[in-house]
C-alpha cells in the first residue's frame, strides 16, 4: 500500500477529493445485469482518508451488477495493544463488522466483505500457526486466506510498500515453514509482488503445488524508475514471466490494479480522469495477454478500489473491463466477472 502519496510531483488523493474528481466522469454501465464479484478491494479510516461501507457503496451503486465483495487486508483498523504479531488480527475484526452490517440487508443486496483476506507474517515459520487460527476464527467462517505483500523493486516502488522485504522472500527457507500450514488450514496466498519477482511466485507454486495462490493485480506491472519509457521491454518480460507462472494449476490472476500509481499512467494528474474507452484501449494488452495465459476459469476481474480509485471512478473501471470483454462469450464472461472468484 503506497505511503509516501507522491508521484512525478502530484501527491495522492485522499477519499473526499477523490469522490468529487471521479465524478466529473459517470457513464452509463454497459451490460448492467452481468452478475460481478468484485474480489479485491479495501476498506479504511487512516491517513489515506475515509474508505468506510458508506464510501464503498457510494461506489458500487453505480449501475454495475456487484452480487459480492471480497475484502483485502490494507493495514487498517489494526488492534492498538497486545502483541505485535496479533494486532493484523483487528483488521479481520473490523472487516467481519462491515460484513455483518452487509448481511443484515439494511445496506443492499451486495454482499459487502464475503470473502476476508487477512495479513500473517509467514516468515515467523512454524511460529505463525497460532495466529492463522486466530484469524480464522476472528472471520466467523467468511476467512478465506492471507496477503504477505514481498514488493521489492531495485527502484523507488520498494519504498512506497507498507513493509519492507528482502528480494526474494517467498524463497526463504523460514517463510516457507509459514507458509506450508496454508494449504493444511485450507487457506489460499494472495501473491502481491511486482513482474520482475514473479520467477519466484512460480518456484513457490511448483513448491508447494496443492496450495492456491492467488496472483495479484495482473503481476505487477512498474513504470516508475528504472522502469520508466520502458514500456514495450517491461511488457515484454512481463509476459515471459506470466507464461512460466500460467503452467501451475495452483496459479489464478486478478486482473486489475492497472489503475495504481505504481503503473505511472498520467491520468491522476489531469483535472478530470479518463472515460472507459481510453483506459480500455490502454489496459486491453495486459488484460487479454493475463486472459490467453491463464484462461477464464483462472482469471477473475477486480477493482482494488479505493486504490485505482486514482485513476478513475468505479462504474468507469468496469466500463473499461467490459469493453475489454465485448467478444468473450457468455461462459467467459460468467467465469471473469463471477465464477473464478467464487471458486477461487
Not at 85 to 98: C, L, M, R, S
Not at 153 to 160: E, I, Q, V, Y
Not at 200 to 208: G, I, K, Q, S, T
Not at 296 to 323: I, T
Amino acid at each position: 500500500m503506497i505511503k509516501n502519496y507522491e508521484f512525478r510531483g502530484s501527491h495522492f488523493r485522499k477519499q473526499g477529493e477523490l469522490q468529487a474528481w471521479t465524478q466529473q466522469v459517470e457513464e452509463p454501465a454497459l451490460e448492467p445485469d452481468l452478475p460481478i464479484i468484485d474480489p479485491h478491494h479495501h476498506v479504511w479510516n487512516d491517513g489515506r482518508g475515509r474508505y468506510l461501507i458508506e464510501e464503498l457503496l457510494a461506489d458500487i451503486n453505480s449501475g454495475h451488477n456487484i452480487i459480492a465483495t471480497v475484502f483485502i487486508e490494507a493495514g487498517a483498523m489494526l488492534r492498538k495493544s497486545g502483541p505485535e504479531e496479533e494486532k493484523a488480527v483487528g483488521e479481520i475484526e473490523f472487516a467481519n463488522g462491515i460484513a455483518a452490517m452487509s448481511a443484515s440487508g439494511h445496506y443492499g443486496a451486495t454482499r459487502l466483505c464475503s470473502g476476508l483476506i487477512g495479513y500473517a507474517d509467514l516468515a515467523r515459520g512454524d511460529a505463525v500457526r497460532p495466529l492463522l487460527e486466530q484469524l480464522i476464527a476472528a472471520g466467523n467462517g467468511r476467512f478465506r486466506g492471507i496477503r504477505q505483500g514481498v514488493t521489492w523493486d531495485s527502484g523507488p516502488a520498494s519504498k512506497f510498500g507498507a513493509r519492507q522485504v528482502p528480494q526474494h522472500q517467498l524463497l526463504d527457507p523460514v517463510f516457507r515453514e509459514g507458509f506450508a500450514h496454508l494449504q493444511a488450514l485450507g487457506l489460499s496466498f494472495e501473491a502481491w509482488q511486482f513482474y520482475p519477482q514473479l520467477p519466484d511466485v512460480a518456484n513457490l507454486a511448483r513448491a508447494f503445488p496443492d496450495t492456491n495462490i492467488i496472483v495479484n493485480h495482473a503481476g505487477g506491472i512498474l513504470g516508475l524508475p528504472p522502469h520508466n519509457g520502458k514500456r514495450d521491454e517491461v511488457f515484454r518480460v512481463w509476459r515471459e514471466n506470466l507464461h512460466a507462472l500460467a503452467q501451475y494449476p495452483n496459479l489464478s490472476i486478478k486482473l486489475g490494479g492497472l489503475g495504481m500509481l505504481y503503473c505511472d499512467w498520467d491520468f491522476h494528474l489531469r483535472d478530470v480522469p479518463p472515460g472507459s474507452e481510453e483506459l480500455a484501449a490502454l489496459w486491453r494488452p495486459y488484460i487479454e495477454t493475463c486472459i490467453e495465459l491463464f484462461g477464464p476459469e483462472r482469471a477473475m476481474m477486480e477493482s482494488n478500489f479505493p486504490v485505482d480509485k486514482q485513476s478513475c471512478g468505479y462504474g468507469v473501471l468496469w466500463n473499461a473491463m467490459k469493453r475489454i470483454t465485448a467478444q468473450c462469450s457468455a461462459a467467459e464472461k460468467a467465469a471473469l466477472y463471477r465464477n473464478t472468484a467464487a471458486r477461487v
